[in-house]
């Protein structure tokens, strides 16, 4: 579905130049009637074309409300276990300073 093999060229992984960054990508874009026909015409192009119907944003957007919800959770738990150390701590501070004042003073 794509280009004739003899224009196709393997780019991959090859270090371009800024000049050639620079350079647009596509120089002329040319329509083949041939290849529109066969988009029409064959099923599986027809069927990859038809099922996408923004599969991809519904995915990306479930991924993060996922990712949301988990990091809602993680953030509840950590901020009731700061909770729960400051009033362990608070109750030390009372312990200790009810200890060092009032029962070393009795006694």
Partial sequence: YGGPEEEW???????RSAEELKKPTFETVSFDPERAKL???????RFVLQAFNG??????????????DEMVNILESV???LRLLYGV????LLFG???LLFRRTIS
Avoid: P
């Fill in 9 to 15: 060229v393997d780019t991959f992984g090859v270090l």
């Fill in 39 to 45: 988009l029409k015409s064959d099923k599986a192009v």
């Fill in 55 to 68: 599969d991809l944003f519904n995915g990306y957007g479930l991924v993060l409300t996922v990712l949301k």
């Fill in 79 to 81: 901020r009731f276990e």
């Fill in 89 to 92: 701590y608070i109750s030390l």
């Fill in 97 to 99: 300073f009810y200890y």
